[in-house]
């Protein structure tokens, strides 16, 4: 193998497990997140009071992005895996 091909993987690999720990710590924040709250406090209501329905259509809202942001940064997490699998398995 070149040395400049050699220095691209090595850079690549690099960039590669920078990302996985970006995005590995993201996870860990929202599952940490999720786990530590309760339902009050995911909502984010300071009182005990029954919710207006908009209310609960917002917080539905979140909740669904927040679950598609936790798939697609896992799909994130995959796909980086696969790579560092075939630039480890061409060396």
Do not use: C, F, W
């Not at 040395?3 to 590995?24: K, P, T, V």
């Not at 710590?25 to 709250?37: D, M, P, R, S, T």
């Not at 005990?48 to 259509?57: E, F, K, V, Y």
């Not at 936790?70 to 398995?89: H, K, M, Q």
């Amino acid at each position: 193998m070149s040395n400049d091909s050699e220095q691209y993987r090595r850079d690549r690999e690099r960039s590669l497990l920078a990302d996985r720990e970006r995005i590995l710590a993201a996870l860990n924040a929202a599952v940490a997140e999720e786990a530590g709250a309760t339902e009050q406090e995911r909502a984010g209501d300071i009182s005990a009071m029954p919710t207006h329905p908009a209310d609960l259509g917002t917080d539905t809202m979140q909740a669904e992005m927040d679950a598609a942001n936790v798939t697609r940064l896992s799909r994130e997490l995959e796909n980086i895996d696969a790579e560092l699998e075939r630039l480890r398995a061409k060396s």
